[in-house]
T-cell receptor, first 116, second 118 residues
């Protein structure tokens, strides 16, 4: 069965410090990988995605993630965070379902709190 | 492109009443729509998947008579919470997927609806 594990439920960090949010997945089939951000009381916004090709993926707001197939990881990084990055971050994998359809498997989320 | 809207963005209702939430794909045809529920500080829980013109497929543990889903057109799906109770209070998020998603089958998310049942 497929699963997604976000290793840290909460990550406090000071402004302008680097941050890494960890995500590991388990799947016996090929996956697509996503990171979404959710600001308070808002819906989900796609940060970045890995489909194929280069394992280093750059997204919006200065975030990037690296796909590591051997470690089945897709950690999210930002070299210098801002107060405005305070939000909930979700890692998700897209796996085959019936026919040509795919479904999303979600991690439990990591709450990033950026302090001044 | 690929914008999904939800209405209302928040709703407060009395216990025992029914509430309808709309999910619309504004600039593409959504052959499939998904309804998620999110409790505070938790991840998204898929409630059901609806394909246009057919009955929704509910996830295990989700009461289909409690959460009525209609996907009557390629741009609109509705979720009706019937006889709502305080424990139904939650953040409900829809997503839509269409032919434009291609082989990726990417889902595009709505902004969510905050339901509070008093």
């Amino acid at each position: 069965a497929q699963s997604v594990t976000q290793l840290d439920s909460q990550v406090p960090v000071f402004e302008e410090a680097p941050v890494e949010l960890r995500c590991n997945y388990s799947s016996s089939v090929s996956v697509y990988l996503f990171w979404y951000v959710q600001y308070p009381n808002q819906g989900l916004q796609l940060l970045l995605k890995y489909l194929s090709g280069s394992t280093l993926v750059k997204g919006i707001n200065g975030f990037e993630a690296e796909f590591n197939k051997s470690q089945t990881s897709f950690h999210l990084r930002k070299p210098s965070v801002h107060i405005s990055d305070t939000a909930e971050y979700f890692c998700a994998v897209s796996v085959p379902e019936t026919g040509n359809n795919r479904k999303l498997i979600w991690g439990l989320g990591t709450s990033l709190a950026v302090n001044p | 492109g690929a914008v999904v809207s939800q209405h209302p963005s928040w709703v407060i209702c009395k216990s025992g009443t029914s509430v309808k939430i709309e999910c619309r794909s504004l600039d593409f045809q959504a052959t499939t729509m998904f309804w998620y529920r999110q409790f505070p500080k938790q991840s998204l829980m898929l409630m059901a998947t609806s394909n246009e013109g057919s009955k929704a497929t509910y996830e295990q543990g989700v009461e289909k008579d409690k959460f009525l889903i209609n996907h009557a057109s390629l741009t609109l799906s509705t979720l009706t919470v019937t006889s709502a109770h305080p424990e139904d209070s939650s953040f409900y998020i829809c997503s839509a997927r269409g032919a434009a998603s291609g082989s990726l089958n990417e889902q595009f998310f709505g902004p969510g609806t905050r339901l509070t049942v008093l």
